[in-house]
């Protein structure tokens, strides 16, 4: 195909793979258009187009990390909160407060 990249210097495995089944499908249905009897609804070769793509896609929206910012500030909060009837007993609710302002603001 006269549209694909070179190979890269180092290519990964999948790479490699998706390399040589693209050429085969672009053989296919590009060059030799729809084989005889052939559509390209229902084709595997499509379906196999599809899955590659929704593969691409899981892998991009992955993150670094399996939790977010605000799992982290949930799990922060629902640890501390136990804590707070105990605050209240060795600080006031006024002076805990102002702490909090200070710290916010």
């Known amino acids: 195909m006269t549209n694909m990249k070179a190979w890269p210097k180092y290519p990964v495995i999948f790479e490699i793979n998706t390399w040589v089944w693209l050429r085969g499908l672009g053989q296919?249905?590009?060059?030799?258009?729809?084989?005889?009897?052939?559509?390209?609804?229902?084709s595997a070769d499509i379906q196999s187009l599809?899955?590659?793509?929704?593969?691409?896609?899981?892998?991009?929206?992955?993150?670094?990390?399996?939790?977010t910012k605000s799992n982290?500030?949930?799990?922060?909060?629902?640890?501390l909160l136990p804590l707070l009837p105990l605050a209240l007993t060795m600080v006031s609710l006024e002076e805990l407060l102002g702490r909090l302002r200070k710290v916010v603001f």
Do not use: C, H, Y
């Not at 296919?28 to 229902?42: N, T, Y």
């Not at 982290?72 to 640890?79: G, P, W």
């Open 28 to 42: 296919k249905w590009l060059r030799g258009g729809v084989p005889a009897g052939g559509a390209f609804v229902g």
């Open 50 to 67: 599809a899955d590659l793509g929704n593969s691409f896609e899981i892998v991009r929206r992955m993150g670094l990390v399996p939790f």
């Open 72 to 79: 982290v500030i949930q799990l922060a909060e629902f640890t």
